[in-house]
């Protein structure tokens, strides 16, 4: 059992051919205690459509039935039980518009309306019911400003104002009903990045600066659990410092684990650093504990669990009366 600021390795997933393994660009939600994870990219298989679930109590992978409009550089969230998989790419360089509905009592997907905007590698977020896609990248690599919102119970999308620093593969995370949108790749280069945090408001449909992270990098994944605090976990950057991650082939893949405390609008480099440096990666939530799973230049199937400082926490994130911010926490990106 770990403790708080440790890392403990769990069961690889299972290999998506009979000789490769692991996926990157995936998406992964939770849903009644277990981890659902879809799509990715895998140099040797084509792209996308393995589903695979993850019992805690167990330590186990199980593969579930293909998704047939599978693909890689996705985002997702949930909704009442179901998981929405938003935008992506089939081929590496065309976005495509389409969003998929799974249900995992069935574990059947369900094609639902286009967004407006063909998008990958979006900043994707639930609130009030509804899934706010901001971001991302359109074909070939170019940023994108759009923001839209998507009403699951009228299966229909809205156009917000847009952001105002377009950028993709940035993190993002939803606490008491605002959107945090932090880091990213600012142009098709893949070599220019920001450290940027924004807030976005669903309710005035605006945005506010907040304090900029500790590194200017993307393809990070960042997940809020109920001590009032984001985590971001992983990525890259061209380049970098010898202090965030391992280099291969000129690019830096980050061990870091950056600490976003929402109240106090602060960013906090941790000393518990990931195990195996690597980006691309998909983290969600389960009991308090964020589930790092996958990625890009690290172990095949890999799945390595952090328990941040304080564990456990409450089901429902809460201050005193005499506190700035609500008595509940909104709807995370990567747990529901």
Avoid at 86 to 92: A, C, F, I, L
Avoid at 121 to 144: H, L, Q, R
Avoid at 184 to 203: C, P, R
Wanted: a neutral charge; charged letters at 25%.
């Amino acid at each position: 059992m770990a403790f708080g600021g440790e890392w403990e390795e769990k069961a690889t997933f299972p290999k998506l051919g009979a000789i490769s393994g692991g996926a990157w660009l995936l998406g992964a939600e939770t849903v009644n205690g277990k981890i659902y994870i879809f799509g990715g990219q895998d140099d040797l298989q084509p792209a996308g459509k393995f589903v695979h679930v993850y019992d805690p109590d167990k330590d186990v992978w199980t593969k579930l039935n293909k998704w047939q409009r599978g693909r890689f550089r996705l985002d997702s969230a949930v909704i009442r039980g179901k998981i929405y998989a938003v935008g992506g790419t089939e081929d590496n360089f065309q976005a495509v518009p389409f969003l998929d509905e799974y249900d995992p009592k069935t574990d059947t997907w369900t094609a639902k309306a286009d967004m407006p905007t063909a998008r990958m590698m979006t900043a994707t977020a639930a609130v009030g019911g509804k899934i706010y896609v901001i971001g991302g990248a359109e074909s070939f690599f170019f940023p994108s400003a759009a923001v839209e919102v998507y009403d699951p119970v009228t299966d229909t999308w809205e156009k917000k104002a847009d952001m105002p620093n377009p950028r993709w593969a940035a993190g993002a995370f939803a606490a008491r009903g605002k959107i945090y949108v932090c880091g990213g790749a600012v142009d098709q280069s893949h070599q220019k990045y920001t450290d940027l945090t924004e807030e976005y408001d669903t309710k005035t449909d605006t945005w506010t600066k907040k304090a900029d992270m500790p590194v200017a990098y993307h393809d990070m994944s960042v997940s809020f659990v109920n001590n009032g605090k984001a985590y971001a976990i992983g990525g890259k950057a061209f380049g970098g410092n010898d202090r965030d991650g391992r280099l291969s082939d000129k690019w830096r893949y980050h061990w870091t684990v950056f600490e976003y405390d929402v109240e106090k609008n602060k960013w906090t480099r941790l000393k518990d650093e990931m195990p195996t440096p690597r980006a691309s990666l998909a983290t969600t939530v389960l009991d308090g504990k964020i589930y790092a799973i996958g990625g890009h230049v690290g172990i095949p199937g890999i799945t390595e669990v952090y328990t941040p400082d304080g564990w456990p926490f409450p089901k429902a994130f809460s201050v005193s009366p005499q506190g700035k911010l609500a008595t509940k926490w909104g709807e995370i990106k990567r747990n529901q």
